[in-house]
């Protein structure tokens, strides 16, 4: 059986099959047999304290319909999307893009898609990534004489 990748972290992390289920908007029959295929033992019931910022990270996002993610955690005083773990604030944004790049951006990292807020992981830029981007438009308009 292939296993969704999201679904896969999800189960990695220890969550139970329902919150799966309800986080990703798909069937906890599915999230059960994925576990079952991946070999992995039943969740344990009851409150589980978050292992790691990237695993409260998951439990404050709800998927949109249009494959973004809105937040659905704290925010700061200037709307910014954050968490605490370990007695540490947390950019989700930040967060995301660990989550997608496998590493800490460099500077802020910004989400990069047209939808305001969105928290998903692969939707960020960090300062390096902006940079290549300005690089690349320029490129392109040296080419063509216009901007994409």
Known sequence: MKVRDDIAELLHAGHSNSAIARQLNVDAKKVAAARAALGLPKAKSGYKAAASPEDLFWRRTQPTDDGHMLWAGSRNSKGAPYLIHGGR???????????????????YALPS????????????ADRADRAQNRRADRLYTAIFGTGQ
């Open 89 to 107: 604030c947390h950019s989700a944004y930040k967060l995301a893009y660990r989550i997608a790049k496998g590493r800490d951006p460099e500077g």
């Open 113 to 124: 898609c047209d939808r305001d807020g969105c928290v998903k992981p692969g939707h960020h």
